[in-house]
């Protein structure tokens, strides 16, 4: 089992940055393919960004971040990074980590087995 705790979100002026993090418990991390998820108010939860579980780190993106989000891992540190910028108040939403073991990179989150709480994203225009 993997427990997933987010952190890092906020408050932030459009145009801004956030980096969250998604640090993870047990010895088996660097065999999840990690995903950040996000759900605003009204809305279902959507994909964000993915990275594969091998050295490679393949990663894919929703075509509305693109060029403005990263995400990255540290499997020595058991986490896992989402890098915002240039954020827009339509990116408003609550944030969730995810994890899917030795998973192909992908966007449905019917692929993912451990979920985080969740952090708040504020952004204001």
């Known amino acids: 089992q993997v427990q997933l705790v987010e952190s890092g979100g906020g408050l932030v002026q459009a145009g801004g940055s956030l980096n969250l993090s998604c640090a993870a418990s047990?010895?088996?991390?660097?065999?999840?393919?990690m995903g950040w998820f996000r759900q605003a108010p009204g809305k279902e939860r959507e994909f964000v960004a993915a990275?594969?579980?091998?050295?490679?780190?393949?990663?894919y993106y929703k075509d509305s971040v693109k060029g403005r989000f990263t995400i990255s891992r540290d499997n020595a540190k058991n986490t896992v990074h989402l890098q915002m910028n240039s954020l827009k108040p339509e990116d408003t939403a609550v944030y969730y980590c995810?994890?899917?073991?030795?998973?192909?990179?992908?966007?449905?989150?019917?692929?993912?087995?451990?979920w985080g709480q969740g952090t708040q994203v504020t952004v204001s225009s």
């Open positions: 995810a994890a899917a073991w030795r998973s192909a990179v992908q966007s449905a989150s019917n692929a993912y087995s451990y």
């Open positions: 047990g010895r088996t991390f660097s065999s999840y393919t």
């Open positions: 990275i594969h579980w091998t050295t490679r780190g393949t990663t």
